[in-house]
């Protein structure tokens, strides 16, 4: 990753087929979202910005952390049902296009957030629909539901702090 381009996802071309690939997959794709946030929280010199960047940060490692609970048991929490709040649909209508990361704004780092969460929500929502295995639907929805809850806490403060002030 540079400091001209956000990080990319990379999606397979079939979906992982053991519960340890897939729980692999989604640690990698976490830890790429944990550098990323790192990343712009060390260009950025707006503190509210920075504190918003490394709070995200700080979101993926806890990601990380279960996900490696969930390998070494070898299962998921008994309590996988994440309850969403209303869809604001928020992600399906902004658009960033940012030149250079060294200069983005509060803004624009919310909008970059909000679609890599999208992202890697929608690539664990086809994984799922491309799984022949139960227990590996399952799971990615699981990961589908995680990544909605990141999204709606980044678009609940896209709300908050963007729109409310335009």
Avoid: C
């Avoid at 976490?30 to 910005?49: C, I, K, N, P, W």
């Avoid at 299962?75 to 960033?96: E, K, W």
């Amino acid at each position: 990753m540079n400091a001209t381009t956000p990080a990319q996802n990379s999606a397979p071309t079939s979906a992982p087929n053991s519960f340890e690939d897939i729980i692999l997959y989604a640690i990698e794709q976490e830890e790429v979202e944990y550098g990323f946030y790192q990343h712009l929280a060390s260009l950025t010199t707006t503190a509210d910005l920075k504190q918003m960047l490394l709070h995200h940060a700080q979101q993926e490692k806890e990601h990380v952390a279960k996900l490696q609970q969930v390998l070494s048991r070898h299962r998921l929490p008994n309590a996988t049902r994440v309850q969403a709040n209303p869809d604001l649909h928020i992600a399906n209508y902004v658009v960033a296009s940012p030149s250079d990361l060294t200069t983005l704004s509060y803004q624009d780092a919310l909008i970059l957030a909000i679609k890599m969460e999208q992202a890697n929500e929608n690539l664990y929502r086809d994984l799922a629909n491309m799984s022949a295995n139960d227990d590996n639907r399952t799971l990615f929805n699981f990961l589908v539901e995680q990544e909605r809850k990141h999204r709606d806490l980044l678009e609940r403060e896209y709300d908050d702090n963007i729109l409310q002030q335009n």
